[in-house]
């Protein structure tokens, strides 16, 4: 196939022939190369890659390295991208990307990940780095007021962590673009198979690949997608920095990504289904999830999204206690923090990711200590839905009052 980005081909096709790199035995997918550094018969032929004239492996930290190739090609294929860089996580990824187009500004909208918030509170602004925070995702009015004032980039995740709302990709990329600015999405809940943020207007996407494209709590690794021009900027801070994807991990992540698009409308299914059998239950308050028509941000998931992902938020009539004991009694979901995995998780935000923030501060962001975060995992829903209807069955009367 020619060039499979701009092709008919669906998801699933991609992420099993995107990778144009071949091995010199004609194996199906790029092996391992756990080389640091590639030798050249002479100098003329090394002085036509170090002089940019040819590209070839030269030494793997630049991110010189078939393996990464192979698996770069692919990602860059399931985004509709020119180009992605593979890191060693998602924080090395989204911390790249600051420096390489943040330093301009960054104006954060609506809730980001814990590791984000701290980079962007704390460190960034350190260096002299200028970072706002926006909570609502929809206050287009403060939005346009930093943009005006020369915030160089907008930075948005959807959909967010814990309570899953959304916020409109399109509309920020066309106001962020009147202004001359530029627009990185963490796309981590939603994966490249139920949402193409590049397509809706977006220039950069960034994805914690420890999450679903790894998808087997095997790995830690992180990925951003976008036009040549955007990446190119970013190579020799990636190089630089040091925090290049290793051989290793570019090869389990590229044979993750075969299955992709198989898992993801697997934990779609799954978590739709769950969602929809517990709504109304009376230990339950409030069922989060993007594709109940109940849920807010409803409407827009239909327009930006292709699936509505295995993130489901349930929130207990019986607070805090009644979620704790219900995460307790489950079986067959661990309490771990993490998500996107084969195995079913479960966690308090309460008690992890938000633990750090004040309660006043939570519910200002529409946290509650009453919520259970889930990701639903590759199990048979049937039995993912038993255990939490035993798990909850436990509960007495008195949990189910506040
Ligand atoms: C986990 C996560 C990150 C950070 O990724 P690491 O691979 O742990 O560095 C960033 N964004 C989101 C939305 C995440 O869930």
Same mark, same amino acid.
């Given at each position: 196939?020619?060039?499979?980005?701009?092709?008919?081909?669906?998801?699933?096709?991609?992420?099993?022939?995107?990778?144009?790199?071949?091995?010199?035995?004609?194996?199906?997918?790029?092996?391992?190369?756990?080389?640091?550094?590639? #030798?050249?018969?002479?100098?003329?032929?090394?002085? +036509?890659?170090?002089?940019?004239?040819?590209?070839?492996?030269?030494?793997?930290?630049?991110?010189?390295?078939?393996?990464?190739?192979?698996?770069?090609?692919?990602?860059?294929?399931?985004?509709?991208?020119?180009?992605?860089?593979?890191?060693?996580?998602?924080?090395?990824?989204i911390s790249t990307l600051f420096l390489s187009h943040g330093r301009r500004g960054i104006a954060c909208l609506g809730e980001i990940y814990?590791?984000t918030l701290?980079l962007l509170e704390?460190q960034l602004p350190?260096l002299g780095i200028n970072t706002h925070f926006l909570l609502e995702g929809d206050d287009f009015d403060a939005l346009e007021h930093l943009l005006a004032s020369g915030v160089g980039l907008v930075y948005i995740e959807t959909p967010t962590?814990?309570?899953?709302r959304l916020t409109d990709i399109a509309a920020v990329a066309e106001q962020a673009h009147r202004h001359g600015a530029l627009v990185a999405v963490d796309s981590?809940?939603?994966?490249?198979?139920?949402q193409?943020p590049l397509a809706l207007g977006a220039d950069i996407v960034v994805?914690?690949?420890?999450?679903?494209?790894?998808?087997?709590? =095997?790995?830690?690794?992180?990925?951003v997608m976008g036009s040549?021009k955007l990446l190119?900027a970013m190579?020799?801070?990636?190089?630089?920095?040091?925090? #290049?994807?290793?051989?290793?991990?570019?090869?389990?992540?590229?044979?993750?990504? %075969?299955?992709?698009?198989?898992?993801?409308?697997?934990?779609?299914?799954?978590?739709?289904?769950?969602?929809?059998?517990?709504?109304?239950?009376?230990?339950?308050? %409030?069922?989060?999830?993007?594709?109940?028509?109940?849920?807010?941000g409803? %409407?827009l998931?239909?327009q930006q999204?292709?699936?509505?992902?295995?993130?489901?938020?349930?929130?207990?009539?019986?607070?805090?206690?009644?979620?704790?004991?219900?995460? =307790?009694?489950?079986?067959?979901?661990?309490?771990?923090?993490?998500?996107?995995?084969? +195995?079913?998780?479960?966690?308090?935000?309460?008690?992890?990711?938000? #633990?750090?923030?004040?309660?006043?501060?939570?519910?200002?962001r529409?946290?509650?200590?009453?919520?259970? %975060?889930?990701?639903?995992?590759?199990?048979?829903?049937?039995?993912?839905?038993?255990?939490?209807?035993?798990?909850?069955?436990?509960?007495?009367?008195?949990?189910?009052?506040?």
């Open positions: 196939m020619s060039d499979p980005r701009s092709s008919r081909f669906g998801a699933a096709t991609l992420a099993i022939h995107s990778q144009q790199q071949q091995d010199a035995f004609g194996s199906p997918h790029m092996p391992i190369y756990d080389t640091t550094t590639f #030798a050249y018969p002479d100098t003329t032929a090394l002085l +036509e890659v170090t002089e940019g004239r040819r590209r070839a492996p030269l030494y793997s930290r630049y991110g010189h390295n078939p393996t990464l190739y192979a698996l770069e090609e692919t990602l860059a294929a399931l985004e509709g991208a020119e180009k992605a860089w593979a890191f060693s996580s998602g924080m090395a990824a814990g590791g701290g704390h350190e962590n814990p309570t899953l981590t809940f939603a994966t490249p198979i139920n193409q994805h914690s690949a420890t999450k679903y494209l790894g998808g087997h709590s =095997d790995l830690t690794a992180g990925a040549a190119d190579w020799p801070w990636r190089q630089n920095l040091g925090c #290049a994807l290793s051989p290793q991990m570019a090869s389990l992540l590229s044979r993750s990504v %075969r299955t992709l698009p198989l898992r993801v409308e697997r934990h779609n299914a799954s978590a739709q289904a769950i969602a929809e059998a517990l709504l109304g239950h009376p230990a339950i308050a %409030r069922v989060l999830y993007p594709g109940l028509p109940s849920h807010p409803h %409407r998931a239909r999204m292709r699936g509505f992902g295995g993130m489901l938020t349930l929130e207990f009539v019986g607070g805090r206690d009644a979620a704790t004991k219900v995460a =307790d009694r489950l079986a067959l979901f661990a309490i771990a923090p993490s998500l996107g995995g084969a +195995e079913s998780l479960v966690t308090q935000p309460c008690t992890t990711s938000h #633990a750090d923030i004040s309660a006043e501060e939570r519910a200002k529409g946290i509650t200590d009453g919520m259970l %975060r889930l990701s639903i995992g590759l199990e048979d829903a049937e039995d993912l839905l038993d255990d939490l209807q035993q798990a909850i069955a436990t509960l007495s009367e008195s949990d189910n009052t506040q």
